[in-house]
């Protein structure tokens, strides 16, 4: 979730590179969380809660994330949608500090916003799985986020058409559940398995999910992505609920793709798909896939959604921590701003987010802050 996924894959998005200063201060966030208003970065302010602003908590989290969360915020004040901001100070670099992942007493806070808006997490030097089960996972799997919405829109290399696909990935089970073990740690007898959990129930809701969003699109397509000649078990499973659900779609036309397949597919032919349905691992290993034939990863957004509502859904960019061009002020702050635009799609304010989107659709090039300021002014041009 480092180097890999640094935003050097841009594409048409180039960035020169030059100091800038850290847009906002960051302070932990202990059981009571800091508040910060917005109406000034790097200013320290009291609580000025706004009647009809939407109360959002703020996790620029590790790395680049800060710096390309403050231009999402920037973005949607810009837009006109007023935000009455809380800033978690949550991390690998808060880990570091004093051992803080996520408390259920933090945790218990997060429930009463509205919505959540994550930079990235992840820190070198903290233990890989710590901050990404502790944190992000803790919250998918808590906030029972269970839809990870990925829109992919962009001229995948060597073609001249653009494609316009969502991937729904299932986002409370599979693998990322953590079951499994070790046994003989260390020796030359060692085992480690680790299972994969699909149930009925989170299986139907996804592909539900995927087929309700696909009957409101033009092409009314859904193809499920999965590995069912080899996961006999889990494949059956999605399979059987996905033609179940189909059945009840009439007017929805359907698709069966391995996932090898598919990863070619999203190369040679990216404009087969419409809304792509898949499991939490395939979803996760495709969906970077879907931001490199998409204009590069600093430009995919992503929505974890509570689609019943019955908490905060969080909206984050597809994209890592990138600790390597930290604090350097080239990270591309598209794929937040964009999170942003789906978290004010979530928010009711589809005006202010289509016109977000509408101000990112040409290039932008130069650093994190003038890539912002450049939005910010072609939504007031
Ligand atoms: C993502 C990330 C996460 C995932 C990591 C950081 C746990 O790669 O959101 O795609 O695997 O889901
Ligand atoms: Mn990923």
Same mark, same amino acid.
């Given at each position: ?5 640094a935003?050097?894959?841009?594409g048409?998005n180039a960035?020169c590179r030059?100091?800038?200063r850290l847009?906002?201060?960051?302070v932990p966030a202990?059981?009571t969380p800091?508040?910060r ?5 790097n ?5 000025t809660?706004r009647?009809?602003?939407h ?6 989290g ?9 231009e999402a915020?920037?973005?949607?004040r810009?837009a006109g949608v007023?935000l009455d901001?809380t800033?978690?100070d949550l ?11 996520l ?6 806070t997060?429930?009463?916003?509205d919505?959540?808006?994550l ?9 890989p ?11 998918r %799997?808590s906030?029972? $986020?269970y839809?990870?919405?990925r829109?992919f829109? !962009?001229?995948?290399p060597g073609? #001249?058409?653009?494609?316009d ?8 089970e599979g693998p ?8 003989r ?6 085992v480690a398995?680790q299972?994969?959990?699909?149930s009925r ?6 592909i ?6 696909a009957?409101k699109r033009?092409r ?6 999965h ?9 059956d499973l999605?399979?059987r609920?996905?033609?179940a659900v189909?059945?009840?779609y009439p007017?929805?036309?359907?698709a069966?793709?391995?996932?090898d397949?598919?990863?070619?597919y999203f190369v040679q ?12 691992? %395939?979803?996760d290993? $495709? ?7 998409s !204009?590069?990863?600093?430009?995919? #957004?992503?929505?974890?959604?509570n689609?019943?509502r019955?908490?905060p ?10 600790p390597?061009i930290?604090?350097?002020g080239?990270?591309n702050p598209?794929?937040?701003?964009l999170?942003a635009a789906?978290?004010l799609d ?6 202010a987010?289509d ?6 659709a040409k ?7 003038a ?11």
């Amino acid at each position: 979730m480092f180097g890999a996924q640094a935003l050097e894959g841009a594409g048409r998005n180039a960035m020169c590179r030059h100091e800038v200063r850290l847009p906002i201060r960051f302070v932990p966030a202990t059981h009571t969380p800091c508040v910060r208003s917005l109406n000034e970065v790097n200013s320290v302010a009291s609580r000025t809660p706004r009647s009809g602003a939407h109360r959002i908590a703020v996790i620029g989290g590790d790395g680049i994330g800060p710096e390309v969360i403050a231009e999402a915020l920037k973005v949607v004040r810009a837009a006109g949608v007023e935000l009455d901001t809380t800033f978690f100070d949550l991390g690998g670099a808060r880990y570091l500090r004093d051992g803080e992942v996520l408390s259920d007493e933090t945790l218990e806070t997060l429930r009463g916003f509205d919505a959540i808006l994550l930079g990235a997490v992840g820190t070198p030097g903290v233990p890989p799985g710590v901050i990404e089960r502790g944190l992000l996972l803790k919250l998918r %799997f808590s906030l029972d $986020l269970y839809i990870n919405q990925r829109p992919f829109a !962009g001229t995948a290399p060597g073609h #001249s058409k653009p494609h316009d696909f969502i991937v729904i990935r299932e986002n409370t089970e599979g693998p990322y559940v953590g079951e499994g073990g070790v046994l003989r740690k260390g020796t030359a007898h060692e085992v480690a398995t680790q299972g994969s959990v699909n149930s009925r129930h989170g299986v139907e809701r996804c592909i539900r999910y995927a087929f309700e969003l696909a009957s409101k699109r033009e092409r009314k397509h859904v193809t499920l992505v999965h590995k069912t000649n080899v996961l006999t078990f889990a494949g059956d499973l999605w399979q059987r609920t996905f033609d179940a659900v189909a059945a009840e779609y009439p007017k929805i036309a359907t698709a069966y793709n391995h996932v090898d397949a598919a990863c070619i597919y999203f190369v040679q032919d990216p404009h087969r798909y419409d809304v792509v349905v898949t499991d939490n691992l %395939f979803g996760d290993i $495709l969906t970077d896939l879907g931001g490199a034939v998409s !204009g590069g990863i600093g430009l995919a #957004s992503s929505a974890n959604l509570n689609p019943a509502r019955t908490g905060p859904s969080l909206f984050e960019p597809v994209h890592g921590s990138a600790p390597d061009i930290a604090g350097k002020g080239v990270a591309n702050p598209v794929a937040a701003i964009l999170s942003a635009a789906l978290m004010l799609d979530h928010l009711g304010e589809s005006k202010a987010a289509d016109a977000i989107r509408a101000a990112c659709a040409k290039p932008t090039s130069g650093s994190t802050i003038a890539v912002g300021d450049e939005i910010c002014r072609r939504l007031h041009g």
